[in-house]
């Protein structure tokens, strides 16, 4: 599939400054909804493992000093992976127009922030970036993420997708640490339909043939 | 205010069944929007100490097994506080007509589950309802809701409300765990903007005068 499939006819493409880090899922997402929409945007590297986020600088920028985060260049910046996601695909294809399925791909995207990020990135930033070895690592977050993947895995024995019969940002905000989980010790073979949920997406996202 | 100040002419008013807890700031918001718009529910107590979401019963309905959800009785069932609030609240002017204004208020409601519930909720479950001695716990919650009250207090030293001009879903997202932040250990008395924006959120709510 190509960007045209899902390209916002409602309004203009955009142009930003991102800032982020290719090591975040966080900023993958917000990279993956603005290269699939053709929305334009100068990309800059902000380190998260030595903290740059946390810098004077950046702060005075965004507050919450994290990435991904984006100036529009008109005075508008905005944090929050999933909050800029949903913002750059508005009008396209990727928000659901009925309210129900909008209200069902929010849900997903909140309860990636609460249930899965904070066990399945966090555990994997501490493995594959700060070389932590497995047994200094806390138990519950191996635990919560086993549990995050049993949901994933019971609801999409049922389904193509998180919300719908297509790709939606509820895909795009759970894949981007999902397919990656083995970095952090969570071996997908264990829940087969998250593993080929995560090749539909990259797929749609145009990462694989 | 009334809910007629908020009231949504572009759809229904709904009805539906939501189960929840009252210690839980997550199901007040949604029962606080769903007042203020005059949706129609019949609450249903689901014991959140006695950890009553993990049931067989109610997995099954709910499989993520969290308070807030909602039955809807027609197949459709929703859960996580911050999507039922934006469900339940659309088309009213809890959320914003302009699209920049409606991300900001999903950045501060990501926010909120990432950043500040996780922290501020936590220490209140812990020492409130579980009666952990203060000593007892994490030191990082300590750190963690600060951080999160600073973050709010400078944002609102500059405004009254989290985005544009008057109440949103951002504002009732945010205020259900911070009124209480004092049964957590928090004095709000060090944060004078988050305290007086309290007072102007709980009486939008009409919990005042």
Redesign the interface.
Known sequence: MSADCYGAPE?QRMMFTLYGDKVSGNCLKVMWVADLLGHAYHWIDVDVVTGEAKSPDFLAKF??GQVPAADFGDG?R???????M??LA?GSALIPAD??A???M??W???E???H??AIAVRRFQMFYLGKPENEIDPALTTRGQAALD?MQ??LAGQGWFVGDGLTCADIGLVAYTRVAHEGGFDLAQWPAVQAWVGRVEQALGMKG
């Open positions: 309004r507050p919450m508008r905005l944090a929050q992976s999933n909050a800029l949903l913002y508005e309210d129900f909008r209200a069902q929010l849900q995207l909140f309860w922030q609460y249930s990020e904070p949901q019971r609801h």
